[in-house]
């Protein structure tokens, strides 16, 4: 099956500095990668995601690329905010399953 | 606005009790899901549905068991609950994952 690594467990930056988060998946047969940020105590929210047909997409201050070839997939954040902290989970999808990363706690420091 | 729904926030049961976590949705989507979240471990898939009455094993289904009547309603069946079955559970529903507020079960 699937295998979904995610980078890093945690990540401190500081206001206005940019964040990355960064996933690796196994199986070439998964073609939609979701972002997910889960804040404290909150649900999953589905903030960006990917289709295998496309290699970047930005949405503001959100982006995320993906490497069909090396089978991997990242998040960035720009200008980062306080209320930008939270869990965020990669997942990678074939349609039917998803496989999720174990989540990288990202702090925003004021 | 698509609303997940999930019967309990929070739930404290006994070793050997069995356990019903009911999910519902109302965008009329097919496919349905429950996960475990545990620290360390992000979201496991115990098991999910892509049709009424259609079910199928997801990565740790040992324990549980589901059942999907209606379309809208997801039920996780815990057969007989066990302390290592202290979890998070969220249910989602839909091709991209609504997720439901979770249900804290704590398994004495």
């Known amino acids: 099956g699937e295998n979904v690594e995610q980078h890093p467990s945690t990540l401190s930056v500081q206001e206005g500095d940019s964040a990355v988060i960064k996933c690796t998946y196994s199986?070439?047969?998964?073609?939609?990668f979701p972002w997910y940020k889960q804040e404290l105590g909150k649900r999953p929210q589905l903030i960006i995601d990917?289709?295998?047909?496309?290699g970047e997409k930005k949405d503001q201050r959100i982006a995320v690329t993906l490497n069909k070839t090396a089978k991997h997939f990242s998040l960035h954040i720009t200008e980062t905010q306080p209320e930008d902290s939270a869990v965020y989970f990669c997942?990678?999808?074939?349609?039917?399953?998803?496989?999720f990363g174990t989540g990288t706690s990202l702090t925003v420091i004021p | 606005d698509v609303k997940v729904t999930q019967s309990s926030r929070y739930l404290v049961k006994r070793t050997g009790e069995k356990v019903f976590l009911e999910c519902v949705q109302d965008?009329?989507?097919?496919?349905m899901f429950w996960y475990r979240q545990d620290p360390g471990l992000g979201l496991r898939l115990i098991y999910f549905?892509?049709?009424?009455?259609?079910?199928e094993k997801g990565d740790i289904p040992e324990g549980y068991s589901v059942s999907r009547e209606k379309k809208e309603r997801f039920s996780l069946i815990l057969e007989s609950a066990s302390t290592n079955q202290t979890s998070m559970y969220l249910c989602?529903?839909?091709?991209?994952?609504?997720f439901g507020p979770g249900t804290r079960l704590l398994v004495l």
């Open positions: 997942a990678a999808s074939n349609g039917n399953q998803f496989y």
């Open positions: 549905s892509y049709d009424v009455k259609m079910k």
């Open positions: 965008m009329d989507h097919e496919n």
């Open positions: 989602a529903s839909g091709r991209t994952q609504y």
């Open positions: 990917i289709r295998s047909n496309v």
């Open positions: 199986d070439s047969a998964s073609n939609y």
